[in-house]
Each structure stands twice: as C-alpha cells, then as structure tokens.
C-alpha cells in the first residue's frame, strides 16, 4: 500500500514597489520588497551614455533592472543564511 501525505497549498502574496526618479541624464530607483516575513530593499543608478539620444524609458528599464537584480541578490543571501541556521537548529 502506498500512503501519500500531502500538505495543504500555501499562498503568499509579495508585494514589490519600484519608485523611479529622473533627472537630466541620471534615472535612480527606490526598490522595495516586502515578503511578509521580510523586507528587502536597494536603490540604484542608470546614466545615460552622452552618444545616445536621449530616451527616458531606457534609463527607466536600466535602472529598474539593475534594483530587480540587487534584490534578486539580497533575496539568494536571505535563503542561504536561513538554509544554514535552518540546518544548525536541526542537528541541535
């Protein structure tokens, strides 16, 4: 006989607020995640290269994505450390 156990499904919600701020040639973003359990937040820089025309919503893009991929790292940090204690409080 082949028992299963499963487990109820889980549902979070995460909620992600990115605040972009212009000027001249320089687009920073305020990036914030809020996990419930945590918040994780970044900001982050794009300068427009001198050579190409001027066309906001790339800096827009540039600087979003480099806040996207800080606190893409921030968020690998979080679960290696709470791997690691999750692993020394189970062999305690």
Not at 51 to 80: K, N, S, T, W
């Amino acid at each position: 006989m082949n028992t299963k156990i499963t487990t109820p499904m889980r549902t979070k919600q995460w909620t992600l607020r990115l605040d972009l701020f212009e000027e001249g040639d320089t687009t920073k973003v305020h990036a914030v995640l809020n996990t419930g359990d945590n918040t994780l937040e970044t900001r982050t820089t794009a300068h427009r290269n001198p050579e190409d025309p001027p066309v906001p919503e790339i800096g827009d893009e540039f600087a979003a994505a480099r806040a996207l991929i800080a606190l893409g790292h921030q968020l690998l940090r979080a679960g290696r450390s709470d791997s690691a204690a999750n692993d020394q409080s189970a062999g305690s």
